[in-house]
């Protein structure tokens, strides 16, 4: 079992950057691949970016590759997502998830969630 708690979100003009940090709790922490995702209202929910359990492999979205880096410590129970040159169509809810999916990329097998941190870019 895996807790997940996020925090960093906030309010941010256009080309600004925020850091969001995942804080994890349970004894198989380090089993998990972990990733960050995000919605807008009446959208569907977009992975955004997906680390393995090691950190050596990553995945990122186009809409995001380039501008978001995520980023894990698994001796501190943390996963980080560095954003910067922040759009406004960047603005959602974020949300930190953990799973052990045979592809990272599958939304549906990461099943431990937390509740989200709303990120507003304006512009």
């Known amino acids: 079992q895996v807790q997940l708690e996020e925090s960093g979100g906030g309010l941010v003009q256009a080309g600004g950057s925020l850091r969001l940090s995942c804080a994890a709790s349970?004894?198989?922490?380090?089993?998990?691949?972990m990733g960050w995702f995000r919605q807008a209202p009446g959208k569907a929910r977009e992975l955004l970016a997906a680390?393995?359990?090691?950190?050596?492999?990553?995945y990122y979205a186009d809409s995001v590759k380039g501008r978001f880096t995520i980023s894990r410590d698994n001796a501190k129970n943390m996963v980080y997502l560095q954003m910067n040159s922040l759009k406004p169509e960047d603005t959602a809810v974020y949300y930190c998830?953990?799973?052990?999916?045979?592809?990272?990329?599958?939304?549906?097998?990461?099943?431990?969630w937390g509740q989200g941190t709303q990120v507003t870019v304006s512009s």
């Open positions: 998830a953990a799973g052990k999916p045979l592809i990272i990329t599958r939304q549906q097998e990461y099943d431990y």
């Open positions: 349970g004894r198989t922490f380090n089993g998990y691949a």
């Open positions: 680390v393995r359990r090691t950190g050596g492999t990553t």
